[in-house]
């Protein structure tokens, strides 16, 4: 399994964090961010390589915006 890393920026949900987890593949780990990242936007990375930005494009219903 890869390791990944969703990085948190500081804003009106909590201060800034990173976490990381292991997942078997790229659409593993989207899952997993997309759960973690439930109320707030985070850049999901691979080693150096962002992969994408992920954010709740509305914030009361479970629709999210990968980038």
Known sequence: MKVYTLRFFE???GL???LEFK???IAGAVA???R???K???EL???ALK???IGRSRPEMAIFAVS
């Open 23 to 25: 997942a078997p593949d």
């Open 40 to 42: 707030r936007s985070a």
């Open 32 to 34: 997993i961010a997309q």
């Open 11 to 13: 804003d009106e949900h």
């Open 45 to 47: 990375w691979e080693g």
């Open 51 to 53: 992969l994408c930005t």
């Open 16 to 18: 800034a964090r990173r």
């Open 36 to 38: 973690e990242a439930a």
